[in-house]
Each structure stands twice: as C-alpha cells, then as structure tokens.
C-alpha cells in the first residue's frame, strides 16, 4: 500500500509563505509525476502545480504562477510547495497526488493513482 503524506499546512495572513511537503510511504513505487491540487469549499478540486520527473519539467495553474514553486526528489518520491504572496482565494485544502506512468497529462485529477489526505491552507485577509 503506497501512501502520500503532506504537511506544512497552516493559518497565514495575506501576503505570508507556507510551505507544504509530501512524502511517501509504504510500498515501493516510481512515479512519472506528482502535482498538488486544491479544493476550496464547495468548489471543484482544480490543479495547482505538477512535476514531470523525467524531464524536470514543472507547470502551474495560471492563479498560482509567478507565486507558488513545485519542486522534490524523484528518487524519494517527495514534493514540495513553496507558496509565496499568498491570498485569500488560495484557501483549500492542498492534496499531493503522484502519478505511476505517464498518460500524457497531469492537469486533471483522474490522471493520478494515488492521493494524500490533503492539508488545510488558511490565508486571512
């Protein structure tokens, strides 16, 4: 049983930095990539920031670019969120998500095999 475990989630005010984690645990496993997703309440979970591994390649949703940096291990299979000049509408909770073989995509959450159980953001205004 593969398991991924984010932290680093929290309460912050306008304009403060978190940084989220994710590791996995359990069995072993290679992934193509590992993204992180949001969901606020009531509104969809959409796609924050992924990772290709084998090209190093990395993409943002448009509302987080120039602000959030993804970055990790392969070999480790651990990501990392680095949220800066965070806002209001970044409430949600943050899910790290890894992908085993590449299907041509990692902005959609169907794309992924396996899930953490996500990490509460709080940005006050």
């Known amino acids: 049983q593969v398991q991924l475990v984010e932290s680093g989630g929290g309460f912050v005010q306008a304009g403060g930095s978190l940084r989220l984690s994710c590791a996995a645990s359990?069995?072993?496993?290679?992934?193509?990539?590992m993204g992180w997703f949001r969901q606020a309440p009531g509104k969809e979970r959409e796609f924050v920031a992924g990772i290709r591994w084998s090209f190093g390649s990395t993409y943002y949703a448009d509302s987080v670019k120039g602000r959030f940096t993804i970055s990790g291990d392969n070999a480790k299979n651990t990501v990392y969120l680095q949220m800066n000049s965070l806002k209001p509408e970044d409430t949600a909770v943050y899910y790290c998500a890894a992908i085993r073989r590449w299907s041509g995509s990692l902005y959609y959450p169907d794309k992924y095999d396996y899930w953490g159980q996500g990490t509460q953001v709080t940005v006050s205004s």
């Open positions: 359990g069995r072993t496993f290679s992934s193509a990539a």
